[in-house]
Structures are given as structure tokens and as C-alpha cells.
């Protein structure tokens, strides 16, 4: 399973961001989620799955903006599960709780963990960060008409469509989408889903305690 673990920047000195947050993510990926996205802690909001592709999503999407710091952990968690994100439990939480803590101090303001990730060494879970970290610094790096270019072509609109929508020319939408890099970020996406899956996997390998 995979737990997202976002804690608002700033929030004593910004506006509440949780609210609509815990909101989105119930309304975009509500069937993918385990329980309904949760709010912890006041200033967090926590999210459980046992889709890589929707933690990834996820994690993508709240470190766009500097608005939090996303730790997504990965592995079990107790069943039953109760009806409330902020009540379940589990080795995945508590990974989650130390990515969060980790991603206060990284530049990326993410970081992914799994309780027993061997030290020293590599893993898929440090693989995945390490890729995730090359990611976010190219998204930081985009403009505004790059994101909207991407967000038109992330509902599934063709280039051309996409172009025509925006009512400049297919040589301009072009131009556009690579100083925004978004073929890489579509190529690298599906290989990080596979590195959390991995990942996911060798936790339910391992003895738990």
C-alpha cells in the first residue's frame, strides 16, 4: 500500500489549503483510494492507496506550486481498515510520517521511504526518488503557458487539438511542449510507477514485525 503524507507550507502564516485539497483529491481519485483522503494533523492531508500509479499522481500534483511537502511511504498497513484515513495504521503510515519529516529537508520537498529500505545501498525506492527529484526540478522550471499547454494534453487531447484550443499554430504548440519538457515527463512517469511497484512489492516480502 502507499501513503501520502502532505503537510501545508507555511501554514500558520497562509491561508488553509488542506480544505480544498483533501477535497480535489476525493473528487479526482476517490475510486483509487482506499478510504477517502483525510486531514491529520491540521495543516496535513493524508491519502492511502494500493495504486502506484495514483500515489504517484498524487505526489505530482501537490508538490506543484510549493504549497506542501509530500512524503509517500510504502508498505502494509492493519486490516481491517477502520473508516477514517486518520485512524488506520500500519508500517506504511509510519513511513510515510518519516518521507514527510525528510522532505522538510529536501529541495524537492519530496521523499518516499519504506520501513525496512536497506541503508547504504540502493533500492526502488531510492531510485524512484532519485528520478522523482530530476522531475519536480524540471516541472519547477516551467512556465505558465508550458502548464498550460501540459494540463490540455494530460486530459487527452491531441498537440494539434491542444494547439487549436489555444488558439496558436501546431509549430507553436510544438515549440511550447518541448522548452517544457513534457515528453519527458509522460516517458519518465510510467518507469516510476514501475519503481514504486517494486517497491510495494518487496515490502510484502519482508517479515513484519
Known sequence: MFVITADQIDSRTGADLVAAEQSRINAQHG??????????AG??????????GTALALALE????????????????????????R?????????????AIRAKRAGIRLAIHWQREPQGTSSPASDAEALLALL??????????????????TTGLTQA???QRLGISAPAASARAKAANIKAELAAV??????????????????QP
Not at 495543516?43 to 502506484?52: K, M, N, S
Not at 511511504?73 to 481491517?80: A, K, L, Y
Not at 488506520?88 to 518521507?99: E, K, L, Q, V
Not at 516541472?139 to 499547454?149: K, N, V
Request: proline share 7%; aromatic share 6%; net charge negative.
Open 43 to 52: 495543516d496535513e492531508v493524508q491519502a492511502l492507496t494500493d495504486d502506484a
Open 31 to 40: 475510486t483509487a483510494l482506499a478510504l477517502p483522503a483525510d486531514r491529520t
Open 190 to 207: 510510467p518507469a516510476l510507477v514501475r519503481l514504486l511497484e517494486q517497491t510495494e512489492r518487496m515490502t510484502r516480502q519482508e517479515p
Open 161 to 163: 487539438e491542444a494547439a
Open 62 to 85: 501537490l508538490t506543484r506550486g510549493r504549497r506542501f511537502h509530500v512524503g509517500i511511504g510504502v508498505g502494509p498497513v492493519r486490516t481491517p481498515l477502520p473508516s477514517a484515513t
Open 87 to 99: 485512524e488506520a495504521t500500519g508500517p506504511a503510515f509510519f513511513a510515510a510520517r518519516d518521507a
Open 136 to 153: 519536480l526540478i524540471v516541472r519547477e522550471r516551467r512556465s505558465d503557458a508550458g502548464w498550460e499547454l501540459f494540463d490540455l494534453l
